[in-house]
């Protein structure tokens, strides 16, 4: 029999009320002609993690690049290996080490073809013994950081773009978040140079590597990188409300420690009124520069008349509902920059070189400008000090250019740790970057290395083949005819000359 009624009639009305949610009424900001008042953003950072006096490089680089994720790395290159040829690879903790190492040392003697460390021309013999040119290139061809068969699909909703080197990444940011972190933090960007073949390539037509994978970053001001993330294009990741840029900053400050006044520096790619309502809600005080469509609502003078004024003109407002300072300054060309927690004083005098007048002049500016000037730049000073020593030898696959970009963050990271902790005890005199890469690089190349036994072998020692001594290469055709101290000697013992086939001859 058919009901007459609907079985929804006998809901009460609040019912289909809650079931549509009315959205939050968002307060439209309101600025006024007003400095920004005094907000007391004291924090006391105190570094109490030091390390010991006899750390050595090393010891600083597996802060961030431990053992466990070596360890990890081989037992997935052996898994690889099996999956791949049917054989494994019997690859040991020592000898990825040891790969890592020659990488690493590339990064400081540089040659056009990284097979030139064992060409007879070019050899490099702390690289050359320690490992075989093919030994080298069948690591290099199998390398793996995580289980294939455990990747899903493309078209799985879950599909991680990054899943060949999550663990990896993984294990880098839980390493970093337990450094103690610095007052002053930034956000920016950082492209990791790549043309090959990956949909995590971008094109940045500003910067000095053009194609690249791009990786965002919160470093302090003295350049350690606290957190970062790696781009995978737009629609990864869940958006709010905040947008792309905002989405990122809020993940990359979430290790950050919340309401004892911590602060972070954005550029205008960044930069929004409710992306700064935000932080000021998760207190964390914010400063950037920002595109004055972002800021609804506000008025300021225009560029032409900023223009008019002269250079070091600005113009201010402050929105009355969330306290955020806006200041728009004149230099070359106008910049806005806006801030929860620095207003327009104290006005400072900058010096700025005159083309008109041909000699440097003081120009006023405001003092969210200038402390945005002063602590913006951690991200961008790792990313110079990474692309001194950068690791030069080529691939194709992406997470392998990912994974050497990740080490040589790890080592400037490691280095400026260094410099902490020598400046907490007062040592003026430290190891240079490149000391710094050199020593972390020997170390793993000589990691576990067999040492030779002084005095007679025990019996309980099995013994070892003899080794043939290293041949000696053969001079080129001018230096063999030039007619120069190259005159036939008498060896010991006796054995075949490897220039005659058959031949037995005493003399080389």
């Known amino acids: 029999m058919q009901q007459d009624f609907d079985p929804e009639d006998d809901l009460p009305i609040i019912t289909f009320r809650n079931q549509h949610p009315t959205p939050a009424v968002q307060i439209a900001p309101k600025w006024k002609k007003a400095d920004l008042p005094f907000v007391n953003s004291e924090c006391k950072v105190i570094f109490t993690n030091e390390k010991e006096n006899d750390s050595t490089p090393l010891s600083y680089f597996k802060l961030f690049f431990d053992d466990n994720l070596i360890q990890h790395i081989t037992d997935q290159t052996n898994l690889y290996s099996t999956q791949q040829t049917g054989a494994c690879i019997n690859t040991t903790f020592t000898e990825i080490s040891q790969f890592l190492g020659i990488n690493i040392m590339s990064g400081i003697v540089r040659m056009p073809s990284y097979r030139m460390y064992w060409a007879q021309e070019t050899r490099y013999s702390p690289i050359?013994?320690?490992?075989?040119?093919?030994?080298?290139?069948?690591?290099?061809?199998?390398?793996h950081c995580n289980d294939n068969t455990n990747m899903l699909t493309h078209d799985h909703p879950d599909y991680d773009k990054l899943f060949k080197i999550r663990p990896v990444i993984d294990a880098l940011k839980l390493n970093m978040s337990k450094i103690e972190q610095e007052e002053?933090?930034?956000?920016?960007?950082?492209?990791?140079?790549?043309?090959?073949?990956?949909?995590?390539?971008?094109?940045?037509?500003?910067?000095?590597?053009?194609?690249g994978i791009k990786i965002f970053a919160r470093a302090g001001i003295s350049g350690i990188i606290y957190d970062f993330e790696i781009y995978r294009g737009k629609g990864t990741v869940k958006e709010t409300n905040l947008g792309i840029s905002g989405d990122i900053v809020i993940r990359l400050v979430e290790t950050l420690p919340r309401n004892i006044n911590y602060k972070v520096f954005t550029d205008n790619w960044f930069t929004s009124y409710k992306l700064f309502c935000e932080l000021k809600k998760l207190g964390i005080f914010a400063s950037g520069t920002v595109r004055i469509?972002?800021?609804p609502g506000c008025q300021?003078?225009?560029?032409?008349?900023?223009?008019?004024?002269?250079?070091?003109?600005?113009?201010?407002?402050?929105e009355k509902n969330e306290n955020i300072f806006a200041v728009k300054w004149f230099d070359n060309k106008t910049v806005h920059v806006v801030s929860t927690y620095i207003g327009l004083q104290p006005i400072e005098n900058v010096k700025r070189w005159s083309s008109s007048e041909k000699k440097f002049i003081d120009l006023p500016q405001p003092y969210a400008i200038q402390i945005y000037n002063k602590y913006m730049g951690g991200v961008d000073l790792n990313d110079m000090l990474v692309s001194l020593y950068r690791i030069k030898i080529g691939v194709r696959r992406y997470y392998l250019r990912i994974i050497y970009h990740l080490i040589d963050i790890c080592i400037v990271n490691a280095w400026l740790l260094y410099r902490r902790d020598c400046s907490a005890r007062g040592i003026k005199k430290y190891k240079r970057l490149v000391t710094f890469r050199a020593e972390v690089a020997h170390a793993m190349l000589q990691q576990n290395a067999p040492l030779r036994r002084r005095g007679r072998?025990?019996?309980?020692?099995?013994?070892?083949?003899?080794?043939?001594?290293?041949?000696?290469?053969?001079?080129?055709?001018?230096?063999r005819f030039d007619g120069f101290s190259h005159w036939p000697e008498h060896i010991e013992p006796k054995q075949r000359c490897r220039n005659c086939i058959k031949s037995y001859a005493r003399i080389s």
């Open 128 to 143: 050359a013994d320690t490992m075989s040119r093919d030994r080298f290139d069948k690591l290099r061809t199998q390398i």
């Open 184 to 211: 002053y933090n930034s956000v920016d960007e950082i492209m990791v140079p790549f043309k090959g073949r990956s949909s995590l390539k971008q094109f940045i037509r500003n910067k000095p590597h053009k194609w």
């Open 293 to 295: 469509a972002r800021l």
């Open 300 to 318: 300021m003078k225009s560029d032409a008349e900023l223009k008019k004024e002269g250079r070091g003109s600005f113009d201010f407002c402050t």
């Open 457 to 479: 072998p025990s019996d309980a020692e099995v013994e070892q083949p003899p080794r043939k001594r290293p041949v000696v290469p053969r001079p080129i055709d001018d230096v």
